[in-house]
């Protein structure tokens, strides 16, 4: 069984930087990041593939938000700029058993067999 340990959330300032990291415990493929606000659904925020390195984002955080990883170590790292109020949320990391074939975005949640237990990510204005 995979584990993901996510660090990294906490208070920032509108217009300002975290970075989130996701450590895995086992073998993963592609990963990514979700965030859920109160009361909304959980939603995609970025993605990595592990074989060809492509990176996927929601619209909202594009050119704002930075997914990278590192396949040695097994962790996924999310920079976040030029942070919003509307960026507060929890933040998932997570990870996919196999490959994305056939009916795999990256962005869906159904992609992802492996989920961290979310860290807070505050925004003030």
């Known amino acids: 069984q995979v584990q993901l340990v996510e660090s990294g959330g906490g208070l920032a300032q509108a217009g300002g930087s975290l970075r989130l990291s996701c450590a895995a415990s086992g073998r993963t493929y592609n990963m990514g990041w979700f965030r859920q606000a109160p009361g909304n659904e959980r939603e995609f925020v970025a993605a990595i593939a592990w074989s060809s390195g492509s990176r996927y984002y929601a619209d909202s955080v594009r050119s704002r938000f930075s997914v990278s990883r590192d396949n040695a170590k097994n962790t996924v790292t999310l920079q976040m700029n030029s942070l919003k109020p509307e960026d507060t949320a929890v933040y998932y990391c997570?990870?996919?058993?196999?490959?994305?074939?056939?009916?795999?975005?990256?962005?869906?949640?159904?992609?992802?067999?492996?989920w961290g237990q979310g860290t807070q990510v505050t925004v003030s204005s």
């Open positions: 997570a990870a996919m058993r196999g490959p994305c074939y056939y009916g795999c975005t990256y962005s869906k949640i159904d992609d992802y067999s492996y």
